[in-house]
């Protein structure tokens, strides 16, 4: 089993920021892209920012040059650096990544996390 956990969402005022962090764990054989998608209410899940795990990013037009995302491969981390905040940013704010596991090594599946709450308001 594989899970994968977010931490550090929260309210904040426009302009400011946040660091939004996830974790994979479990049977984890190797892991490909990771990345972030969030999904605003009424709207549908949209990507943000991803990581392959050769380093290639992709960001959302919408959040160039403001949100930055790493990964620390060896532990199985992918991090988010929201900077300049918009409340057009609310959302809820998802984990994924492409895992391989020792179970199944020749099966690249994608998972998901919970979800955290990115509130942008004064």
């Known amino acids: 089993q594989v899970q994968l956990v977010e931490s550090g969402g929260g309210l904040v005022q426009p302009g400011g920021s946040l660091r939004l962090s996830c974790a994979a764990s479990?049977?984890?054989?190797?892991?490909?892209?990771m990345g972030w998608y969030r999904q605003a209410p009424g709207k549908q899940r949209e990507l943000v920012a991803t990581i392959a795990s050769g380093g290639i990013l992709d960001y959302a037009d919408s959040v160039k040059d403001r949100f930055t995302i790493s990964r620390d491969s060896a532990k199985n981390t992918v991090s988010l650096q929201l900077n300049s905040l918009k409340p057009e940013d609310t959302a809820v704010y998802y984990c994924q990544a492409a895992i391989r596991t020792r179970l199944s090594p020749s099966l690249l599946r994608q998972y998901w996390g919970q979800g955290t709450q990115v509130t942008v308001s004064l």
């Open positions: 479990g049977s984890i054989l190797s892991t490909d892209v």
